[in-house]
């Protein structure tokens, strides 16, 4: 089975990419902000917890976070082909539990695929999203904020990859978003 981390800013593309992936190689999705936007939206005590953390632009706490994963994990797979994480992990105490999850489950990180795209690109597609789809966090104050933990708490990651040997980077530059997914596609055919 293969455990694929989409990585990037906000706004990067690890949701449409994610999609791609599941369309061309049938592999499970998990997006943490997907999980917790249900939960919101089911009213459930998570989703209360999560609400206050998500309109502000800061991280669910970890412990909460991890425990949330590994439940998607072992509840979400249903045909052990593979998995993509998308949005998770965001913190080295993530990756950590992450690592030390897979590993419990005889599985490991076959790559993390770190989307760079230039933050004023970010910001005008987060600014669309806004207006297309209503995300109660897509406004301009809000997004600041994301940026801003992501700069300081989920940038760091990188060097964490780095140093387990998976990290591979894929620069988006300016052409379709066709021709984006068909390189993601065509490096995890190789895997
Ligand atoms: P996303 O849809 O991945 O951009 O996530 C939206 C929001 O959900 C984030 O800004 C965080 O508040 C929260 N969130 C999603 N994934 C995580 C995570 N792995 N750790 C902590 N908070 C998360």
Redesign the pocket.
């Known amino acids: 089975m293969i455990n694929i981390v989409i990585f990037g800013a906000?706004g990067s593309g690890?949701?449409t990419n994610s999609a791609e992936l599941v369309k061309r190689f049938g592999y499970d999705h998990i997006?943490?902000?997907?999980?917790?936007?249900a939960e919101i939206k089911a009213g459930s005590e998570l989703g209360k917890i999560?609400q206050g953390?998500?309109s502000?632009?800061?991280?669910?706490?970890?412990e909460l976070?991890i425990g949330i994963?590994t439940n998607v994990y072992d509840e979400k797979l249903t045909n052990g082909k593979g998995v993509i994480f998308?949005?998770?992990?965001?913190?080295i105490a993530?990756a950590e539990a992450l690592k030390k999850m897979l590993a419990e489950r005889g599985q490991k990180i076959a790559i993390a695929m770190n989307i760079v795209v230039d933050e004023k690109v970010l910001m005008d597609r987060l600014l669309k999203r806004a207006e297309i789809e209503g995300?109660a966090?897509d406004n301009e104050e809000t997004i600041k904020k994301?940026f801003n933990?992501y700069y300081t708490q989920t940038q760091p990651l990188l060097k964490w990859f780095e140093k387990e040997g998976v990290l591979e980077d894929f620069a988006y530059d300016g052409g379709t978003r066709e021709e984006f997914a068909a390189k993601i596609i065509n490096r995890v055919e190789k895997l």
């Open positions: 906000p690890k949701g997006s943490t902000g997907d999980v917790l936007r999560a953390y998500i502000q632009g800061q991280l669910i706490p970890d976070m994963l998308d949005g998770f992990p965001r913190t993530q995300r966090d994301r933990v």
